[in-house]
């Protein structure tokens, strides 16, 4: 049951997913910038679940991975309504959302969207609004001008871009000047020594979320990706007992 299927959009764009069925809550794994569900959390945790038998869901926005699509296209909107159709569409029940870095910010997004079906959240390295705090001025002008941005690629030979148009979304779904309305349960995890999202980021994001139930993890020598053997367990740890709900 956990091979690569296809769930095809209104406007024909198909969208990769890997789903394994089981017990609730289903647990939704959403990728970071440019990343994709053959990373080694989203694995990782795909394999955990199957071994527990509870229900879990990995996907890959168009433009990345095995979907069809340009990623120049990709933007917070469109990758947001492709998760929620493949929740409207493969899952039953509630969900927990597993947000890694830009998917920290998918997250909240469609959190916000699922409502009562919210289970909890868990966000590792979370980067919302970082087309904000984390663009220069200049990017910024570059970008609102409709200039692709390129960055520095530590993970990879070729640099990253940040198109105008995911730029101009970004802006537009910006989160952390105002209360965010989430009342389910967050956990939020963070790497301090983060080269791409500082942690304070979890910090502002916990003191915007409206649910009382957060808790921030800081993992003192924690890099941007917390793909370690101890960062996964630790991950596999929190979404364990956020799953189970209160004691």
């Known amino acids: 049951m956990s091979e690569t299927r296809f769930h095809t959009m209104p406007d024909g764009r198909r969208i990769a997913y890997r789903y394994t069925p089981g017990s609730g809550p289903t647990l939704v794994f959403l990728p970071g910038y440019m990343s994709?569900?053959?990373?080694?959390?989203?694995?990782?945790?795909?394999?955990?679940?199957?071994?527990?038998?509870?229900?879990?869901?990995?996907?890959?926005?168009?433009?990345?991975?095995?979907?069809?699509?340009?990623?120049?296209?990709?933007?917070?909107?469109?990758?947001?309504?492709?998760v929620l159709a493949l929740v409207e569409a493969v899952v039953e029940g509630p969900v927990v959302v597993i947000g890694s870095s830009m998917g920290g910010w998918l997250m909240l997004l469609a959190g916000l969207a699922l409502g009562g079906r919210?289970?909890?959240?868990?966000?590792?390295?979370?980067?919302?609004?970082?087309?904000?705090?984390?663009?220069s001025e200049a990017d910024k002008a570059k970008?609102?001008?409709?200039?692709?941005?390129?960055?520095?690629?530590?993970?990879?030979?070729?640099?990253t871009p940040m198109h105008p148009g995911f730029f101009a979304d970004g802006q537009a779904q910006l989160l952390l000047d105002r209360e965010i309305a989430i009342h389910a349960p967050v956990r939020l995890i963070h790497g301090q020594r983060d080269a791409d999202v500082p942690w304070e980021i979890s910090l502002r994001l916990a003191a915007s979320?409206?649910?009382?139930?957060?808790?921030?993890?800081?993992?003192?020598?924690?890099?941007h990706r917390l793909s370690r053997e101890q960062d996964i367990a630790l991950l596999l740890r929190t979404i364990d007992a956020l799953s189970k709900g209160p004691a």
């Open 36 to 82: 994709d569900m053959a990373g080694g959390k989203a694995t990782a945790l795909f394999a955990w679940a199957e071994e527990r038998r509870q229900a879990c869901l990995l996907l890959d926005y168009s433009g990345c991975g095995e979907s069809a699509g340009d990623f120049a296209d990709g933007t917070l909107s469109r990758w947001r309504d492709e």
């Open 209 to 223: 979320l409206r649910s009382d139930d957060v808790q921030v993890t800081l993992v003192k020598d924690g890099d």
């Open 143 to 159: 970008l609102s001008a409709g200039e692709t941005v390129f960055d520095e690629n530590p993970y990879g030979p070729d640099p």
């Open 118 to 135: 919210l289970a909890g959240m868990v966000g590792i390295a979370s980067a919302p609004d970082f087309t904000e705090w984390g663009r």
